[in-house]
Nanobody, 125 residues
Framework: QVQLVESGGGLVQAGGSLRLSCAASGRTFSSYAMGWFRQAPGKERGFVAAIAWSGGATFYAGSVKGRFTISGDNAKNTVYLQMNSLKPEDTAVYYC??????????????????WGQGTQVTVSS
C-alpha cells in the first residue's frame, strides 16, 4: 500500500522560509508526477506545485510562483517544496500527492492517485 508522509511544517514569521518534504513508500510501480496542494480553513484544497518525473517539468500556482520551488528525486521517492518569502495567506495544511497515471493534467485534485495526511504551515504577521 502506498504511503506518503509529509514533514517540515511549522510556525514561521512572514518573510521567512520553510522546506517541506514528502517521502513515498510501498510503491511497486512507476510514479508519473508528484505535487503539493494546500487547504486553508474554510477553503477548498488547491494546487500549489507539481513536478513531472519524465523531463523534470514543474508547474506552479500563480500565487506561489517565484517564491516556492518544487524538487525531488524519483529514485528516492521523495519530493520537496522550498517555500521562501512566506506570507500569512500561505497558512494552510499542505498535502503531498502522487500521480501514477501517465495521462491527464497536473493541476487538479482529480489528477492524483495517492495523498499524504498533511502538514500544518502557519505564517504569522
Amino acid at each position: 500500500q502506498v504511503q506518503l508522509v509529509e514533514s517540515g511544517g511549522g510556525l514561521v514569521q512572514a518573510g521567512g522560509s520553510l522546506r517541506l518534504s514528502c517521502a513515498a513508500s510501498g510503491r511497486t510501480f512507476s510514479s508519473y508526477a508528484m505535487g503539493w496542494f494546500r487547504q486553508a480553513p474554510g477553503k477548498e484544497r488547491g494546487f500549489v506545485a507539481a513536478i513531472a518525473w519524465s523531463g523534470g517539468a514543474t508547474f506552479y500556482a500563480g500565487s506561489v510562483k517565484g517564491r516556492f520551488t518544487i524538487s525531488g528525486d524519483n529514485a528516492k521517492n521523495t519530493v520537496y517544496l522550498q517555500m521562501n518569502s512566506l506570507k500569512p495567506e500561505d497558512t494552510a495544511v499542505y498535502y503531498c500527492a502522487e500521480k501514477v497515471r501517465g495521462y491527464g493534467g497536473f493541476l487538479n485534485r482529480e489528477d492524483y492517485d495517492y495523498w499524504g495526511q498533511g502538514t500544518q504551515v502557519t505564517v504569522s504577521s
